[in-house]
């Protein structure tokens, strides 16, 4: 069966600081992959998405960026964390695209300080 | 970019009674999802219904979805209070391509 871990669980950084969050899926194999982000209280935003190995898609400007070094792993980084990068990241993976489901990962909750 | 927009955005019921959430979304889609989110957890997949399907069950839950009206409704009969969540309607298929757009939800709390 596939499960999906991202981590950490939750994270304390200052301003400024940088950032690396990961995610990777095991029992699958190319799989797409997506980091969102959930502000308090709102739905989702998706930030970048992967169809392939080096291959990152971003959806919004920001001062984040994705890697994606081998197959089913996926990396959220900063080089300097904003306040407003506080939040829920989600990272989900899918077989299709947007005609199939996708599988969440259990979040890390950002808080910059 | 958010597509889908939950309505209501709060649902307060008791046990037994039934939940029901509407979801309506601005273009043409090749799918809608429906997802729970328990506070501080991941979202769980619950239902998906195609552009060419109208109505669609699973276990207590019932989707439909209109296409000429752009909407779809969740309903959840005989809630229990584990079914206290966010529900989420995703429209897929279209914008990105490959990745899903989510409302911002509904928040259901089912009281004892």
């Known amino acids: 069966s596939q499960t999906i871990h991202q981590w950490p669980a939750t994270l304390v950084q200052p301003v400024g600081s940088p950032l690396s969050l990961e995610c990777t899926v095991e029992?699958?194999?190319?799989?797409?992959l997506y980091w969102y982000r959930q502000a308090a209280g709102r739905g989702l935003q998706l930030l970048f998405y992967s169809v392939g190995i080096g291959q990152i898609s971003s959806e919004v400007p920001q001062n984040l960026s994705a890697s994606r070094p081998q197959d089913r792993q996926f990396i959220l980084s900063s080089k300097k964390l904003l306040l407003s990068d506080s939040g829920f990241y989600l990272c989900?993976?899918?077989?299709?695209?947007?005609?199939?489901?996708?599988?969440f990962g259990p979040g890390t909750r950002l808080t910059v300080t | 970019s958010q597509q889908g927009e939950e309505d209501p955005q709060a649902l307060s019921i008791q046990e037994g009674e039934n939940a029901t959430m509407n979801c309506s979304y601005k273009?043409?889609?090749?799918?809608l999802q429906w997802y729970r989110q328990n506070s501080g957890r991941g979202l769980v997949h619950l239902i998906l219904?195609?552009?060419?399907?109208r109505e669609k069950h699973s276990g207590r839950l019932r989707v439909t979805l209109d296409t000429s009206k752009k909407s779809s409704s969740l309903l959840i009969t005989a809630s229990r209070a584990a079914d206290t969540a966010s529900y989420f309607c995703?429209?897929?298929?279209?914008?990105?391509?490959?990745?899903?757009?989510f409302g911002k939800g509904t928040s259901l709390l089912v009281t004892p």
């Open positions: 273009t043409s889609i090749n799918n």
């Open positions: 029992g699958t194999s190319n799989p797409n």
């Open positions: 219904i195609r552009s060419n399907e």
């Open positions: 989900a993976w899918s077989v299709g695209g947007g005609e199939d489901e996708q599988y």
């Open positions: 995703a429209t897929g298929g279209q914008g990105s391509g490959y990745a899903l757009n």
